[in-house]
């Protein structure tokens, strides 16, 4: 079975003082919504990370990828890489 994958890069924002697992778990749980998702990883040295998400269809991924936006406030900045 073929997987798509999108790459996002993270920067944690520097005055920002929670848990950034909670975070990516509560981005795993929106995206386990999304037709295609199949898993996220990612890891993370407390101030920037990768994450990796895999779908099963090309066109599954870049709807994710093109809608990516994350809210001002939240902790991270994402980008794609």
């Excluded at 993270?10 to 919504?33: S, Y």
């Excluded at 890891?43 to 936006?69: C, I, K, P, Q």
Aim: proline residues 6%.
């Amino acid at each position: 079975m073929t997987m798509h994958a999108v790459v996002f890069q993270a920067d944690i924002k520097k005055d920002w003082t929670g848990n950034p697992d909670e975070g990516l778990d509560a981005l795993v749980g929106m995206l386990r919504t999304v037709p295609g998702f199949r898993r996220a990883t990612w890891t993370t040295d407390g101030g920037r990370g990768l994450s990796f998400l895999l779908f099963e269809t090309e066109e599954a991924a870049r709807a994710v990828a093109g809608n990516s936006v994350v809210p001002p406030d939240a902790p991270v900045e994402f980008r794609l890489a």
